[in-house]
């Protein structure tokens, strides 16, 4: 959520008039991610957030709307498209693609503990099953075919330890694809971080207000988007170490509202490993070959290196530490 296209009040504007959103009283563009232009805006009638997409196009975003749309109506607390009088939820600002969302209330909680955890966790089955009859189809655009393109972009950039390390990482995904292929699959977020969930209350008593941010979504293994929350939500920052407890905590909170299969549960340890390669790759790509943007802050890819090694060296089974 860097800024790439710089919005005019009077652009903005014109777009609220289309929304029937009323008079535009801030606009403050945000800083925070890497992927599109975002804005926060109020009106008379609430808080949005204007997202201005640079990668995506007009072909592919309906995908990504419509399941933000189909998610909220089944009751998951994500941020719904604006419509027009024509019920149009993709619009354009700036020749580009664009949306107006509900801005979620609460914040983000970046310490977080188990309680936080199981509620993720049990949020994040809720959306699992919620999108099991969404119509639309659209691969995960940064699953294995766009690491097979992107490894050799980045490999050149690397000390030959990394390279190393990457290139036989990529190798055993590739091998492990056709067994992960076969779990249970549908619409997955495929980047829950911590910076992408809200929560509402007092300390303590902190309650899921929501999850947004779907513009990395797309059809895969329910197995990948849990071990991408794994990855973020409960691990030591500073080392990549997975912090059994809470990791513990959240699959059984998931498996309260939809059980694991065997092959899920045998596969955890892989599909932890391909969830922290998809964001090194990403990292690495973003930090040697940057955009340009007004406000963008880059994150260090070192830190999925160091989570990757660690899962490589400490695989994890969650039937273990599960009671």
Same mark, same amino acid.
């Given at each position: 959520?860097?800024?790439? $296209?710089?919005?005019?009040?009077?652009?903005?504007?014109?777009?609220?008039?289309?929304?029937?959103? *009323?008079?535009?009283?801030?606009?403050? %563009?945000?800083?925070? %991610?890497?992927?599109?232009?975002?804005?926060?805006? $109020?009106?008379?009638?609430?808080?949005?957030?204007?997202?201005?997409?640079?990668?995506?196009?007009?072909?592919?975003? !309906?995908?990504?709307?419509?399941?933000?749309?189909?998610?909220?109506?089944? /009751?998951?607390?994500?941020?719904? &498209?604006?419509?027009?009088?024509?019920?149009?939820?993709?619009?354009?600002?700036?020749?580009?693609?664009?949306?107006?969302?509900?801005?979620?209330? /609460?914040?983000?909680?970046?310490?977080?503990?188990?309680?936080?955890?199981?509620?993720?966790?049990? %949020?994040?089955?809720?959306?699992?099953?919620?999108?099991?009859?969404?119509?639309?189809?659209?691969?995960?655009?940064?699953?294995?075919?766009?690491?097979?393109? $992107?490894?050799? @972009?980045?490999?050149?950039?690397?000390?030959?330890?990394?390279?190393?390390?990457?290139?036989?990482?990529?190798?055993?995904?590739?091998?492990?694809? !056709?067994?992960?292929?076969?779990?249970?699959?549908?619409?997955?977020?495929a980047d829950l971080f911590?910076?992408? @969930?809200?929560?509402?209350?007092?300390?303590?008593?902190?309650?899921?207000? *929501?999850?947004?941010?779907?513009?990395?979504?797309?059809?895969?293994?329910?197995?990948?988007?849990?071990?991408?929350?794994?990855?973020?939500?409960?691990?030591?920052?500073?080392?990549?170490?997975?912090?059994?407890?809470?990791?513990?905590?959240?699959?059984?909170a998931y498996e309260s509202?939809?059980?694991?299969?065997?092959?899920?549960?045998?596969?955890?340890?892989?599909?932890?490993?391909?969830?922290?390669?998809?964001?090194?790759?990403?990292?690495?790509?973003?930090?040697?070959? &940057?955009?340009?943007?007004?406000?963008?802050?880059?994150?260090?890819?070192?830190?999925?290196?160091?989570?990757?090694?660690?899962?490589?060296?400490? &695989?994890?089974?969650?039937?273990?530490?599960? &009671?």
């Open positions: 959520m860097a800024v790439f $296209t710089d919005v005019s009040p009077e652009q903005a504007q014109a777009l609220l008039d289309q929304l029937n959103l *009323g008079e535009l009283q801030s606009l403050q %563009g945000i800083s925070a %991610g890497i992927e599109n232009t975002n804005y926060f805006v $109020t009106t008379p009638r609430g808080e949005y957030v204007l997202t201005i997409f640079e990668r995506l196009s007009f072909e592919q975003l !309906p995908f990504y709307l419509e399941l933000m749309r189909h998610l909220a109506r089944q /009751g998951v607390p994500v941020p719904a &498209p604006q419509p027009d009088a024509q019920d149009r939820i993709l619009h354009r600002v700036a020749g580009k693609p664009a949306a107006v969302v509900d801005k979620l209330r /609460g914040g983000h909680q970046l310490a977080p503990d188990q309680f936080h955890c199981e509620q993720v966790g049990a %949020g994040l089955a809720r959306m699992h099953l919620a999108g099991q009859d969404f119509p639309l189809h659209q691969d995960n655009l940064r699953g294995l075919a766009w690491w097979r393109e $992107t490894v050799p @972009v980045v490999l050149p950039h690397l000390a030959p330890e990394q390279a190393a390390l990457l290139s036989a990482e990529l190798a055993f995904q590739e091998q492990l694809a !056709p067994g992960a292929a076969q779990l249970p699959r549908g619409p997955i977020h911590r910076d992408n @969930v809200m929560f509402e209350g007092l300390p303590g008593r902190e309650r899921l207000s *929501g999850f947004f941010d779907f513009y990395f979504a797309g059809v895969d293994s329910f197995l990948f988007d849990l071990c991408v929350c794994l990855n973020d939500w409960c691990i030591d920052l500073d080392s990549g170490r997975l912090d059994e407890q809470r990791a513990a905590a959240f699959v059984k509202i939809r059980p694991m299969t065997g092959a899920e549960h045998r596969l955890l340890p892989g599909l932890l490993r391909a969830a922290a390669l998809r964001f090194w790759i990403s990292r690495l790509w973003d930090f040697h070959l &940057p955009r340009e943007a007004s406000l963008l802050k880059p994150h260090d890819p070192t830190h999925f290196e160091r989570v990757l090694r660690e899962r490589i060296a400490n &695989p994890w089974h969650a039937l273990e530490s599960l &009671p």
